[in-house]
């Protein structure tokens, strides 16, 4: 008799069929999934994840990306000058 988790994954799970992958991306792929000691299947599926996940996580505006980009290297701390009287236009 199966399990109740053995059913309600079966269920849950899907299959997918990609068609003209170019040889050069199998090729890359079975590498890569050697390289991580997985099956291509195994690595397309991480793959796949790790890729919508992070387009799930993409910042909406420009200034949320370039935080993003560059926040793990860290902050720096500007001097800003001093506020003085605005001057006057050069062009009349």
Do not use: C, H, Y
């Amino acid at each position: 008799m199966q399990s109740l988790q053995s059913v309600i994954a079966s269920i849950a799970l899907a299959s997918i069929t990609i068609r003209r992958l170019p040889e050069n991306t199998k090729r890359r792929l079975r590498i890569r999934a050697a390289r991580n000691g997985r099956s291509m299947e195994q690595e397309a599926r991480e793959l796949l994840e790790a890729g919508l996940a992070r387009a799930d996580s993409d910042p909406k505006d420009i200034g949320e990306a370039i935080r993003k980009i560059f926040a793990p290297m860290g902050g720096v701390d500007l001097k800003i000058p001093p506020r003085g009287p605005m001057r006057e236009p050069w062009i009349k």
